[in-house]
T-cell receptor
Framework: KAGVTQTPRYLIKTRGQQVTLSCSPI?????VSWYQQTPGQGLQFLFE???????NKGNFPGRFSGRQFSNSRSEMNVSTLELGDSALYLC????????????FGPGTRLTVT | QQQVKQSPQSLIVQKGGIPIINCAYE??????FPWYQQFPGKGPALLIAIRPDVSEKKEGRFTISFNKSAKQFSLHIMDSQPGDSATYFC??????????WGAGTKLIIKP
């Protein structure tokens, strides 16, 4: 089976712009989670989607949003980018339950200038 | 109560040594404790996981030790190799809730 894929792998944006990141889960996986990873903060949970519904949400401002399509592919959007949004954004998929056996993609490295 | 505290932050071990990474938690409702390994430029990969009904689990050179009364669990890497150099994360969760992650340990195995 193909692994979790994320596009694009690298992105440079300017403060105030918005960005959309994409994640394709492993075939058959219905749950997709998004994380922000920074050197100082480790892995911070953003949100999780299951069957096109947001099931869990972390403590991030409303500028961070996501959605999931019927084929389980997911997108994450960040509006009004701030310098502090520079991070590695990771997507993880799991078969059904959020907390067990998550498989991560390589991430999208976002740099905000 | 939701935190998972991981130590040390970084660790340097000679090849063949046994690095030990520790994690502590407060929430006794946690029922799943995985360890993830992350290489530079890659996403974390599930290494090994344990449930609180067992005190130890081995997979190859990797062992999780679990102490329910102390609310601690640790990762041991036997016969460590330079290829084990990576960042290791512990995590914990309960039911269908999201994983709570430790801060990570950067491990370097010197040849």
């Amino acid at each position: 089976k193909a692994g979790v894929t994320q596009t694009p792998r690298y992105l440079i944006k300017t403060r105030g712009q918005q960005v959309t990141l994409s994640c394709s889960p492993i075939s058959g996986h219905r749950s997709v989670s998004w994380y922000q990873q920074t050197p100082g903060q480790g892995l911070q949970f953003l949100f999780e989607y299951f069957s096109e519904t947001q099931r869990n949400k972390g403590n991030f401002p409303g500028r961070f949003s996501g959605r999931q399509f019927s084929n389980s592919r997911s997108e994450m959007n960040v509006s009004t980018l701030e310098l502090g949004d520079s991070a590695l954004y990771l997507c993880a998929s799991s078969q059904d339950s959020l907390s067990y056996e998550q498989y991560f993609g390589p991430g999208t490295r976002l740099t905000v200038t | 109560q939701q935190q998972v505290k991981q130590s040390p932050q970084s660790l340097i071990v000679q090849k063949g040594g046994i690095p030990i990474i520790n994690c502590a938690y407060e929430n006794t409702a946690f029922d799943y404790f995985p360890w993830y390994q992350q290489f530079p430029g890659k996403g974390p990969a599930l290494l090994i996981a344990i449930r609180p009904d067992v005190s130890e689990k081995k997979e190859g050179r990797f062992t999780i030790s679990f102490n329910k009364s102390a609310k601690q669990f640790s990762l041991h890497i036997m016969d460590s190799q330079p290829g084990d150099s990576a960042t290791y994360f512990c995590a914990a969760s309960r039911d269908n809730y999201q994983l709570i992650w430790g801060a990570g340990t950067k491990l370097i195995i010197k040849p």
